[in-house]
């Protein structure tokens, strides 16, 4: 569907020291102190803040003081995977006796601490679950873990039902009562307040000299926080910025866990420039393939090596798995579009909120699938693939203006045994459902998204921080907003618009286009790069105007200016 660039509107932050272009971009971004410019540790909140802490810290004192055995249970994307590794790696590092890990097969095991992976675990005679980025729903598995004589603290930070699972505890910043001021963490910044929360402890009780062990700095496991903050699309708000800077810094100065380099290396992205885009779109996609695919416990197992060469072959084995998810994802996509083509041939005629079902579709990828659509067609979407004993599996990305999650409690509850289990967050969220409930839920999601969302909430929208003089295409320039992030979900990175003449086009890959650029009236051209809008480009086309991003690209040694274009429409 056709989409629009709209301006954004907003006045300069003149009180924030630095560069005018950087205090319109800021300003449009609701930063306006130069308070929240900083990214220093100190600025953190006390991790006293989340409720509940006092009573996670007097339970995991007592576990390593009784030498308990814990087991980490973990999600299998790359949120959880990072925070599993983070777990194991600082509880070891903090003086715990045993500490093993269990990841559910999303085939096998459901998502979360479900009844059957509470089974698995049971085989190691775990004293202590603790769920890292899972377990907020996880009702049936905290009794089948209690049952078996485990206690379970859940880490989450996904939004809660009406009633919470009865663990021993819970921390997650989203449930009832909790005053944390930053509602948008990821599951593995969660688990990092609780680990220095323990560590406090364990330094107020003389823990590590009568022990006789080093105390840990638990900032050299902000490399995985970062990681996993980026990777999970959380909402880069002030307190995930600092996060999120502060492990990047550490990644750059070679101070990260063997399998993130190798990450870098296999992706070919250059890790003392590594920015939360190159996560996001090029290392996070590598390690969430495996569970998407097979078993993250790949994902998680690079992660944890302390040997440069295991963590490469394990590397280059999530990037072969990526590349099969790349085709995977093409097939289903093309089957999607051609579905949509059946349901509404006019795109005036499709609902507000899409649902899709094939029962030969893999679950590891509809979410992914879902995601292209939102973007698409600028609508929320739900794609749905067979799960097990005649049930269903769907994930589901939303658009501004429309919280996913609270929609699907919205049907649940108008709609009683309609859906079996549902979770997630404002702008992603899956669920389960019987295959025969598919038609009266599509119905029911569509009516309920009426009520969120207009028809002018459906017409596609890119947001641009306006026109660039000709003075600021420039190499320093595109330094300086690279340095001006970290760039992610709600703290976008700055997009331009404006018309250009083209002087020359090439296809790259049968899919990409090259281009080279002018802007009107300068006396200079750009190399500009548009990846998958073949299609859009109509050969002979003299001007274009473009959303676009500057970039460095750096070949053999040379660095260039480079405009990466997001959106094209002849001028």
């Known amino acids: 569907m056709r989409k629009s660039i709209v301006r954004r509107m907003c006045d300069l932050a003149h009180d924030l020291p630095v560069p005018p272009l950087l205090q319109r971009i800021y300003a449009a971004r609701d930063l306006h102190t130069p308070h929240e410019l900083q990214r220093e540790l100190r600025l953190l909140t006390s991790p006293g803040a989340l409720l509940n802490m006092e009573h996670a810290v007097e339970l995991l004192h007592t576990a390593l003081r009784e030498r308990w055995r814990i087991l980490i249970i973990a999600d299998f994307d790359a949120d959880g995977a990072t925070s599993c590794s983070l777990a194991v790696r600082a509880l070891r590092a903090l003086g715990a006796a045993w500490v093993g890990y269990r990841v559910p097969n999303r085939f096998e095991h459901g998502y979360g601490l479900t009844p059957e992976i509470v089974a698995v675990a049971a085989e190691e005679q775990p004293d202590l679950l603790i769920t890292v980025d899972n377990g907020i729903s996880s009702h049936e598995g905290v009794k089948a873990a209690q049952a078996r004589g485990m206690k379970v ?26 005053v944390f001021p930053s509602k948008n963490i990821a599951g593995v910044g969660v688990i990092f307040y609780v680990l220095m929360a323990l560590r406090a402890r364990l ?23 970062a990681f996993g903050t980026v990777a999970d699309v ?4 002030h307190h995930n910025r ?22 870098c290396e296999v992706t070919g992205r250059p890790q003392f420039r590594l920015s939360a885009g190159d996560i996001g779109f090029y290392l996070g996609p590598r390690l969430n393939a495996a569970g998407r695919l097979e078993d993250m416990s790949q994902g998680i197992e690079c992660l944890l090596s302390d040997d440069l060469e295991t963590a490469r072959s394990i590397a280059r084995r999530l990037h072969e798995i990526n590349r099969q998810r790349g085709e995977l994802t093409a097939e289903m996509e093309a089957q999607a579009l051609a579905r949509i083509e059946q349901l509404a041939p006019d795109a005036s005629t499709l609902p507000f909120g899409l649902c899709l079902f094939n029962p030969e579709w893999h679950q590891g990828v509809v979410g992914i699938i879902a995601g292209r659509l939102k973007e698409r067609l600028n609508r929320p979407v739900i794609v749905f693939a067979a799960d097990r004993d005649g049930k269903i599996k769907g994930s589901g990305r939303s658009v501004p203006g429309m919280h996913l999650r609270d929609v699907l409690a919205a049907v649940a509850t108008q709609h009683p045994g309609l859906i079996s289990h549902f979770g997630g967050h404002a702008m992603a969220a899956g669920l389960t459902l019987a295959m025969e409930h598919f038609a009266a839920f599509n119905q029911a999601f569509d009516a309920e998204t009426r009520q969120w969302l207009s028809d002018d909430d459906l017409q596609g929208r890119l947001l ?7 003075a600021e295409f420039s190499l320093e320039i595109a330094e300086l907003l690279r340095q001006g992030g970290p760039w992610g979900q709600g703290f976008p990175e700055p997009l331009f618009d404006g ?33 998958n809008q073949v299609g859009v480009f109509v050969p002979g086309t003299a001007r274009v105007r473009i959303a676009y991003r500057l970039d460095v690209n750096e070949w053999r040694g040379e660095r260039r200016l480079q405009l990466l274009i997001a959106h094209l429409e002849a001028a």
């Open 153 to 178: 603290l859940i880490t989450d930070h996904h939004s809660p039902g009406r009633e919470l699972p009865a663990a021993e505890v819970i921390i997650n910043p989203n449930q009832p009562g909790d």
């Open 242 to 263: 600092i996060l999120v800077e502060q492990g990047l810094r550490r990644i750059r100065q070679g101070q990260c866990i063997p399998g993130i380099t190798a990450l």
């Open 203 to 225: 330094r107020e009780v003389g823990w590590f000299a009568e022990h006789r062990l080093a105390e840990p700095n638990l900032a050299q496991f902000l490399d995985l926080v």
């Open 499 to 531: 018309v250009f003449e083209v002087l020359s086009h090439r296809v790259m890959k049968e899919q990409h286009l090259k281009l080279s650029l002018r802007p009107l009236g300068a006396g200079f051209t750009l190399e500009a790069v548009a990846f």
């Open 234 to 237: 959380v909402r880069l708000d």
């Open 464 to 470: 641009s921080d306006g026109e660039l003089a000709p």
